[in-house]
């Protein structure tokens, strides 16, 4: 069967330091991967998408990495401050049709 | 405004009730999403427009669910005879086209007593 797997624990880290998120997929061969951010009563917000021949993507202090063939991503915050404390989404679509199939997302705390 | 608007934001029905919730997608974006959020899970897929057209209605759960987008702009989701297990978020989403980042309203909180 089809699966997205993200962290279902919390992380807890301090601020200064590197977050990092995985999400892991099978049976699906997905063309690219998309991650949110969704604050607690809104909707989720995009943040960056990585096509399935790009290894790499940066925007400032967000990094995403997408290996096709491990079937993961990496979903890195550096220099991680409080008001980067939400839950992240990892999205991806299903080859031919434009629908995303989400994971459960993984919540980040970032303690002061 | 800018982003994606939905509305209404909360919504209570009775068991049996019809609702409507309406989505206000960016002003150019061709293509239009709708998805359910449960507690504590990510969003799952209902149905999607480009333009008027709907390409895909295959995560719709039932056939009391039905969406519509009839001029390519605004698109209104009505779910019929509401059941206890509708309660959720609907979320709505929409994007220049394929592949495209998606962008997505603050949802409506569904209800149903």
């Known amino acids: 069967s089809q699966k997205i797997e993200q962290n279902s624990e919390a992380l807890n880290i301090q601020e200064g330091k590197t977050a990092t998120l995985t999400c892991n997929y099978t049976n699906y061969s997905p063309a690219y991967l998309q991650w949110y951010r969704q604050d607690p009563g809104r909707g989720p917000v995009f943040l960056l998408l990585?096509?399935?021949?790009?290894k790499e993507k940066r925007k400032e202090r967000l990094k995403v990495t997408f290996d096709t063939t491990l079937k993961q991503s990496l979903f890195h915050i550096t220099a991680s401050q409080p008001a980067d404390s939400a839950t992240y989404l990892c999205?991806?679509?299903?080859?031919?049709?434009?629908?995303?199939?989400f994971g459960k997302g993984n919540q980040v705390v970032v303690i002061p | 405004g800018a982003g994606v608007s939905q509305s209404p934001r909360y919504k209570v029905a009775k068991r049996g009730q019809d609702v409507a919730l309406r989505c206000d997608p960016i002003?150019?974006?061709?293509?239009l999403f709708w998805y359910q959020q449960a507690l504590g899970q990510g969003p799952e897929f209902l149905t999607y427009f480009q333009n008027e057209a709907q390409l895909d209605k295959s995560g719709l759960p039932s056939d009391r669910f039905f969406a519509e987008r009839p001029e390519g702009s605004v698109s209104t989701l009505k779910i019929q005879r509401t059941q206890q297990e509708d309660s959720a978020v609907y979320l709505c989403?929409?994007?220049?086209?394929?592949?495209?980042?998606?962008?997505f309203g603050d949802g409506t909180r569904l209800s149903i007593l």
């Open positions: 990585i096509r399935e021949n790009e």
């Open positions: 999205a991806l679509d299903k080859r031919g049709n434009n629908r995303l199939a």
């Open positions: 002003s150019g974006h061709v293509s």
């Open positions: 989403a929409s994007s220049l086209g394929p592949e495209q980042p998606q962008h």
